[in-house]
């Protein structure tokens, strides 16, 4: 399984970016898909997470502001980010996992991981 995020780069604060997911030996329909971003010196945390037939789930710093889809079709998940600012450089990572709702969060019930994209946003 290889899940290749792509869509990072460098952009000026309140502008946006869409980054992808497209997994390989693994169809997106059957996991969790879930990103996640860690900032030089900070934790990995929690961006986004979406599941079939379930309502997206966001962390409370990018609610309004990200969105998390899919198209299974394509077999790609995406996160479209708004708005963004200096607190939202990071590495981002996209991830699959086959978790309860209440433990999409938690990073370490991710079973697959993607190399990660750089965003990098200027003020």
């Known amino acids: 399984v290889q899940l290749q995020a792509s869509g990072g780069g460098l952009v000026q604060a309140g502008n946006s970016l869409r980054l992808s997911c497209a997994p390989s030996?693994?169809?997106?329909?059957?996991?969790?898909m879930g990103w996640f971003r860690q900032a030089p010196g900070k934790e990995r945390e929690f961006v986004a997470a979406?599941?079939?037939?379930?309502?997206?789930l966001y962390a409370d710093t990018v609610k309004g502001r990200f969105t998390i889809s899919r198209d299974n079709a394509k077999n790609t998940v995406y996160l479209q980010m708004n708005s963004l600012n200096s607190e939202d450089t990071a590495v981002y990572y996209c991830?699959?996992?086959?978790?309860?709702?209440?433990?999409?969060?938690?990073?370490?019930?991710?079973?697959?991981w993607g190399q990660g994209t750089q965003v990098t946003v200027s003020s």
């Open positions: 979406i599941r079939s037939g379930a309502y997206p």
């Open positions: 991830a699959a996992s086959r978790v309860v709702r209440s433990s999409w969060q938690d990073s370490n019930q991710y079973l697959y």
């Open positions: 030996g693994l169809t997106i329909s059957s996991y969790v």
